[in-house]
């Protein structure tokens, strides 16, 4: 129960984002994308722990709502795309398999779906220029991807098989800096980078049962994107500029009756 109360509550917070009003437009909503670099054992080629995950692209988008100069709530959703690396992946089952002579692989990317909700805050660096971050948490799914093998045995063997994907979700955490740049009072330019790091089980059923696989997702998305800042603009200088109208017409008025109350003279 405490779960799906959690996750009603980061399915809320772009809408408080986009509702929170401030006077001098801290709030924002923005979308961005780029690089999304695996490392470590997600990296890795190797059969027994790692996933072949060669770099590929992400795209997410958020939305914060500060109640605090510096501080603010928010939610993020982001998807990452990883090719894998099928000619190492060849290789390793080529050199696990004295029976093997040759393979060849087709594979899907990995997919990795994240939907997070947390604290971000932001730093004035200089007039136009924030430092920002965040740390998030909430659900993390990962899905394997479809593969067709083709292999070459020495004696007699299948002409093909398929690997379906698996997958696996939980909750887990995220946490990110970034560069923000003020264009305009309504729109930033942004720069981010943020780490997502965990460990996902994907469930396999083979001839002999269900096989559980555990793997690291490891990863580093770095992104260039638009936000779009949510408020109130600010009313600078607009008491000035009409007390000085003000002052002009009584001038010309006061100018309008003198000049009345001499004519009949």
Known sequence: MWRLKILIFILALPALAVR??????????GIQGGF?????????????????????????????????????????AGLAMHPVDVSLLGWEKVKADPF?????IRSDPYLIFSAMGGIYGRYKLFSK????????????YGRTPYQLHKPEY???????????????RKYSWQAG?????????????????????????????TSTGIREDPRVIALVNIQLG?????????????????????????????????????GPV
């Open 226 to 262: 638009f936000r779009f800042r949510v408020g109130k603009i600010p009313m600078t200088n607009q008491p000035d500029k009409i007390e000085t109208y003000n002052d002009q017409e009584s001038e010309s008025g006061n100018k309008s009756h003198a000049s009345l109350s001499i």
């Open 177 to 205: 800096l970034g560069l923000e740049y003020k264009i305009t009072p309504c729109y930033d330019l942004f720069l981010s980078g943020e780490i997502l790091y965990d460990e996902l089980v994907f469930r396999f059923n």
């Open 20 to 29: 929170g009003y401030t006077q001098d437009r801290k709030s924002f909503a």
């Open 154 to 168: 020495f004696l007699t063997g299948p002409s093909y098989y398929e690997i379906t994907p698996a997958k696996d």
């Open 129 to 140: 220029l924030n430092l920002t971050g965040k740390f998030l948490a909430g659900l993390l």
């Open 36 to 76: 999304s670099i695996p490392f470590g054992k997600y990296r890795e080629a190797t059969l027994d722990q790692g996933s072949f995950a060669l770099s590929g692209f992400s795209v997410s988008v958020e939305g914060a709502w500060f109640f605090h100069p510096n501080i603010g709530a928010g939610a993020s």
């Open 100 to 104: 093997l002579q040759d393979v060849v």
